[in-house]
């Protein structure tokens, strides 16, 4: 019911919102301005369906965790015996700690039995979490990362991934039965190389709360270091350099979309020098992308930018945002799923605001299996502290399939 709410008091603001709206521009039309309370009022409104939209996409996640069921992996009996050993021992020792060179290889030994990953090092001085606490983090990760939702997402054995994309492709052209064919160009290769890079949390807390025998070891883990994962990574996906880190979407050379070429992002000028104010540049976005990639493309941008695309409007005076007045709906802008992510830029001069793009296509997340954890009762007396590491990188790995809005002329 209170996600019902929520949608409804949404749809409410947002026909207050349009309202207002038309009688904001109506007003500048006619006197060449708009009265102040009538902007604080479009302004204030306008932050209320922000926030109440954060609140339905909450209200779905928690609903989505309702919903959502464990059940046993398959396996026979010997493997999900030694999964289940395996879990036991990694609770205890979370819990109550214990040699970590006998438990790493009590650990190691069942890994193997219940074909896990062998990652566990007693010289190391770390464990691999179990699969539960993987399934725990990566879950709660999709629920909060813009990024991990739309991006493809892989599993890895290796400390990089690599592949080899096809950018040139070959000639071909249509013959009579009997006429000569011209050989064909050899296909020009380009290597996509994405190195696994680390990340860190190091959440602690009281013995005495580890002593609680009903704690869920794998959802408090996932709870106490994901949002740490998730500030780190979530901003690298984005702009960061690819230096002990992911690439970033905008970390790439961008070019106008007219000069695009293979390794570049192309952008399209927003038509204003350090405002975004031009409605028919969305749709000029939009159709810089080839088809093939169009039809699963979706928008990325901030709240922010969301506040001010949420005002404009076509040439016949229709809005070109739409709300997701259904549980599990989407808000859309031109018939598209949008995707906020606050670690888009802002709008301002030479600023990347805006992404149009197939992302599953476009992106890719590599993890590297296993989390490690240290545990760490000795530095801080009273507390416990598990340090906490998983390794990922990130990168495009289709140029093509991805374009930005650039707050410029040209």
Same mark, same amino acid.
């Given at each position: 019911?209170?996600?019902?709410?929520?949608?409804?008091?949404?749809?409410?603001?947002? *026909?207050?919102?349009?309202?207002?709206?038309?009688?904001?521009?109506?007003?500048?039309?006619?006197?060449?301005?708009?009265?102040?309370?009538?902007?604080?009022?479009?302004?204030?409104?306008?932050?209320?369906?922000?926030?109440?939209?954060?609140?339905?996409?909450?209200?779905?996640?928690?609903? +989505?965790?309702? #919903?959502?069921?464990?059940?046993?992996?398959?396996?026979?009996?010997?493997?999900?015996?030694?999964?289940?050993?395996?879990?036991?021992?990694?609770?205890?020792?979370?819990? *109550?700690?214990?040699?970590?060179?006998?438990?790493?290889?009590?650990?190691? %030994?069942?890994?193997?039995? !219940?074909?896990?990953?062998?990652?566990?090092?007693?010289?190391?001085?770390?464990?691999?979490?179990?699969?539960?606490?993987?399934?725990?983090?990566?879950?709660?990760?999709?629920?909060?990362? !813009?990024?991990?939702?739309? #991006?493809?997402?892989?599993?890895?054995?290796?400390?990089?991934?690599?592949?080899?994309?096809?950018?040139?492709?070959?000639?071909?052209?249509?013959?009579?039965?009997?006429?000569?064919?011209?050989?064909?160009?050899?296909?020009?290769?380009?290597?996509?190389?994405?190195?696994?890079?680390?990340?860190? !949390?190091?959440?602690? +807390?009281?013995?005495?709360?580890?002593?609680?025998?009903?704690?869920?070891?794998?959802?408090?883990?996932?709870?106490?270091?994901?949002?740490?994962?998730?500030?780190?990574?979530?901003? *690298?996906?984005?702009?960061?350099?690819?230096?002990?880190?992911?690439?970033?979407?905008?970390?790439?050379?961008?070019?106008?979309?007219?000069?695009?070429?293979?390794?570049?992002?192309?952008?399209?000028?927003?038509?204003?020098?350090?405002?975004?104010?031009?409605?028919?540049?969305?749709?000029?976005?939009?159709?810089?992308?080839?088809?093939?990639?169009? #039809?699963?493309?979706?928008?990325?941008?901030?709240?922010?930018?969301?506040?001010?695309?949420?005002?404009?409007?076509?040439?016949?005076? %229709?809005?070109?945002?739409?709300?997701?007045?259904?549980?599990?709906?989407?808000?859309?802008?031109?018939?598209?799923?949008?995707?906020?992510?606050?670690?888009?830029?802002?709008?301002?001069?030479?600023?990347?605001?805006?992404?149009?793009?197939?992302?599953?296509?476009?992106?890719?997340?590599?993890?590297?299996?296993?989390?490690?954890?240290?545990?760490?009762?000795?530095?801080?007396?009273?507390?416990?502290?598990?340090?906490?590491?998983?390794?990922?990188?990130?990168?495009?790995?289709?140029?093509?399939?991805?374009?930005?809005? *650039?707050? !410029? +002329?040209?």
């Amino acid at each position: 019911m209170e996600l019902k709410d929520t949608i409804d008091e949404i749809g409410k603001a947002v *026909k207050e919102l349009r309202d207002d709206n038309d009688k904001r521009l109506k007003a500048i039309e006619s006197k060449g301005y708009a009265p102040a309370d009538l902007e604080e009022r479009v302004n204030k409104i306008n932050g209320e369906i922000t926030k109440l939209s954060d609140m339905k996409h909450q209200l779905e996640a928690i609903e +989505t965790a309702l #919903a959502r069921k464990d059940f046993p992996g398959g396996g026979s009996g010997e493997v999900n015996a030694a999964k289940a050993e395996h879990k036991k021992i990694f609770d205890r020792w979370f819990k *109550k700690g214990g040699d970590i060179a006998t438990v790493a290889a009590a650990m190691k %030994d069942l890994e193997i039995k !219940a074909e896990l990953s062998t990652l566990s090092d007693p010289e190391g001085g770390y464990i691999t979490a179990p699969p539960e606490v993987d399934s725990a983090i990566d879950r709660v990760a999709v629920d909060i990362s !813009a990024m991990r939702r739309i #991006a493809t997402v892989r599993q890895v054995g290796a400390d990089a991934y690599k592949k080899y994309v096809n950018v040139g492709g070959t000639t071909s052209g249509w013959v009579g039965e009997k006429e000569t064919r011209s050989e064909t160009d050899t296909p020009e290769l380009k290597e996509i190389l994405i190195n696994v890079q680390e990340v860190y !949390a190091e959440p602690h +807390t009281t013995q005495k709360e580890l002593d609680d025998a009903i704690i869920d070891v794998a959802g408090w883990l996932a709870d106490e270091v994901i949002i740490e994962f998730n500030d780190q990574e979530g901003e *690298k996906f984005i702009s960061g350099n690819g230096v002990k880190q992911p690439k970033g979407l905008g970390a790439y050379t961008m070019v106008t979309n007219a000069n695009y070429a293979w390794g570049s992002v192309g952008y399209v000028p927003g038509g204003h020098a350090s405002l975004f104010n031009n409605a028919d540049k969305i749709t000029s976005l939009q159709h810089a992308l080839k088809p093939k990639y169009r #039809a699963n493309g979706l928008w990325l941008m901030n709240d922010t930018t969301c506040e001010v695309v949420r005002l404009f409007k076509n040439g016949n005076g %229709d809005y070109l945002w739409r709300q997701g007045l259904v549980a599990g709906q989407p808000d859309t802008l031109l018939g598209k799923p949008i995707e906020y992510d606050d670690y888009v830029d802002d709008i301002g001069a030479n600023k990347y605001p805006l992404f149009f793009g197939d992302f599953k296509r476009a992106y890719l997340i590599v993890d590297r299996l296993g989390i490690r954890i240290i545990r760490d009762n000795i530095t801080t007396k009273g507390y416990v502290k598990f340090y906490t590491t998983k390794r990922v990188g990130g990168g495009i790995i289709n140029y093509e399939a991805v374009k930005a809005l *650039k707050i !410029a +002329t040209t």
